[in-house]
């Protein structure tokens, strides 16, 4: 199974993403996390980040797509995978598809969280990430829908598109997942 996960800061990606890579039993991608931890070890793609994560802005996606290309070329990943937040721009979403076609994959699904923007902030707030600090989350949710939702249209119009409710509880959005998947 392939994957990628859509939704603004605080829309509950991670939760999601964890409970299906467990169950599907394949690799999580998690390209925040991946860069916060190049970040701190200071590695080549942690230094060209740094200054965008810091302001909540996005990593450019020259750099994003050569760094996802090495990750999906790892054996690791050979046999399925789950992208979260990834990708975040049309540019990325068609580069993507690009790509697995070189690579004879096809994803099979975009999960879209879809959730007010209003719980967005809440709910990034309440958490205390260095980027969770309230100009930078402004800025990423502005991003979000700015870059982001127009990728929606894209898996829409080629039918890949699972467009879940984020407000309902992590339970019942998990059960409503695994429902949509079958
Ligand atoms: P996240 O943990 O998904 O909220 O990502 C944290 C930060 O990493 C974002 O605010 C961006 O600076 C950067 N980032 C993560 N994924 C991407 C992506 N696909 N494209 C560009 N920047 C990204």
């Known amino acids: 199974m392939r ?20 169950d599907l039993g394949i690799p999580c991608l998690d390209m925040g996390q991946i860069l916060r931890q190049r970040i701190i070890s200071d590695t080549e793609l942690g230094q060209q980040a740094k200054p965008y994560v810091e302001k909540g802005e996005l990593v450019p996606d020259e750099i994003m797509i050569q760094f996802v290309r090495q990750q999906l ?4 990943v050979a046999k399925g995978w789950l992208l979260d937040g990834y990708p975040r721009t049309s540019f990325q979403a068609e580069e993507l598809d690009f790509l697995l076609e070189d690579l004879e994959q096809q994803l099979n699904w975009a999960i879209y969280f879809n959730v007010p923007e209003m719980v967005l902030k809440k709910r990034s707030l309440a958490r205390s990430r260095a980027d969770d600090q309230l100009g930078i989350i402004e800025r990423r949710i502005e991003l979000f829908y700015q870059r ?12 890949r598109l699972l467009d879940i409710n984020g407000e309902q509880s992590p339970e019942q959005i998990y059960q409503e997942i695994c429902q949509r998947l079958n």
Do not use: D, H, M, W
């Open 3 to 22: 994957l990628v996960i859509l939704g603004g800061p605080g829309a509950g990606k991670g939760t999601q993403a964890k409970l299906l890579c467990s």
């Open 73 to 76: 070329l790892e054996p690791a």
């Open 148 to 159: 982001t939702v127009p990728i929606l249209e894209y898996y829409e119009l080629t039918n």
